[in-house]
């Protein structure tokens, strides 16, 4: 019924985060399904994580952002091994899940 996309911004260096893997679960609680996973791109979007096809019913879902191999990649130390933000469908509307991720840091709205 929706689709669900996604990107990351590392704010401290004001650039997108490209490869950052990205897992979507549906579910709720300590049960969850993985649903689809992906790697972010240059731009720190994931083009395909869902097809144009593939639905989402009303439910609870979660989004997890594995950002300590990002920051160890770059040889910086992080407080956030992982990132996970959980939220819930209600619409048949688009639903984007942004990231603004820093070694010490997140946050995340409701985008468009």
């Known amino acids: 019924m929706s689709r669900i996309t996604t990107h990351i911004l590392d704010t401290t260096k004001g650039k997108p985060a ?4 990205i897992i979507l679960y549906g579910g709720e609680n300590d049960e969850w399904t993985e649903l689809a996973r992906g790697v972010t791109n240059a731009d720190g979007r994931i083009a ?12 609870i879902y979660k989004m997890r952002f ?12 992080t407080f956030y091994p992982y990132v996970e933000i959980i939220f819930e469908i209600e619409s048949d509307q688009h639903y984007h899940i942004p990231l603004l991720l820093n070694p010490f840091g997140y946050s995340t709205y409701r985008g468009s």
């Open 48 to 59: 395909d994580m869902l097809n144009k096809d593939d639905l989402l019913h009303y439910g």
């Open 18 to 21: 490209e490869g950052i893997t």
């Open 66 to 77: 594995e950002t300590k191999d990002y920051f160890d990649k770059s040889q910086v130390k």
